[in-house]
């Protein structure tokens, strides 16, 4: 069963601490991007990796890191320095072929 | 990306078709629409995308202007499950990062 997979759904952490969220995908795809949406609002691009070993700062990459160590996990850590880090935070992956990105399910994180 | 511009809300019975507007008059020759929707507290769904034909598959059609300045998406047999809000995106081929989405339409499919 091919897809997107975040872990945990739901996520509590204290102020201060920080944070890693996981993205997972089997889809073969090169890209990956991880999202940010506050309530009520659109999408927010905080990172995004085009290939294995390599990414990029989106629009909102302060207070956030990311790794590409494999072609299946982009994972993404909410660091301390992140001032507002509670929000619902969704990873994508877009496929080779085409310009269609596919989400996963979303990681609520509420920090304390 | 082109901008786009949908209602913000709308009604529709559940077993009838669903039509979502959306204009996108400044949309460029190699540009195409796409179609999300997410309903609440899950990711985003793709839903269809297309160029300049009508397209369909098992979740929707997307019908496309001949000028290509306004498309309609059609549920065409909505259940209480399609509740959700719908996106309109339009983007060009080279535009691999970011997707912007606007506010959308918010459906209510009411029994």
């Known amino acids: 069963d091919g897809g997107i997979t975040q872990s945990p759904k739901y996520l509590f952490r204290k102020e201060g601490q920080n944070v890693t969220l996981s993205c997972e995908q089997n889809l073969n795809h090169d890209a990956m991007y991880w999202y940010r949406q506050d309530p009520g609002q659109g999408l927010r691009l905080i990172y995004y990796s085009q290939i294995v070993n390599d990414f990029q700062k989106g629009d909102i990459a302060e207070g956030y890191s990311v790794s590409r160590e494999k072609k299946e996990s982009f994972p993404l850590t909410v660091t301390s320095a992140q001032k507002n880090p509670t929000a619902f935070y969704l990873c994508a992956s877009r496929e080779v072929v085409g310009n269609t990105q596919y989400f996963g399910p979303g990681t609520r994180l509420t920090v304390l | 990306d082109a901008k786009t511009t949908q209602p913000p809300s709308m009604d529709c019975a559940e077993g009838r078709a669903a039509n979502l507007p959306c204009n996108h008059s400044?949309?460029?020759?190699?540009?195409?629409v796409y179609w999300y929707r997410q309903i609440h507290s899950q990711g985003p769904q793709y839903i269809i995308h297309?160029?300049?034909n009508n397209e369909t598959n098992e979740m929707a059609s997307l019908i496309i202007t001949e000028d290509r300045k306004s498309s309609t998406l059609i549920l065409p047999h909505a259940t209480l499950r399609d509740t959700a809000v719908y996106y309109c995106?339009?983007?060009?081929?080279?535009?691999?990062?970011?997707?912007?989405f606007g506010g959308g339409t918010r459906v209510l499919v009411k029994p």
């Open positions: 297309g160029l300049k």
């Open positions: 995106i339009v983007r060009g081929p080279a535009a691999g990062n970011k997707l912007t």
């Open positions: 400044t949309i460029s020759g190699n540009e195409y």
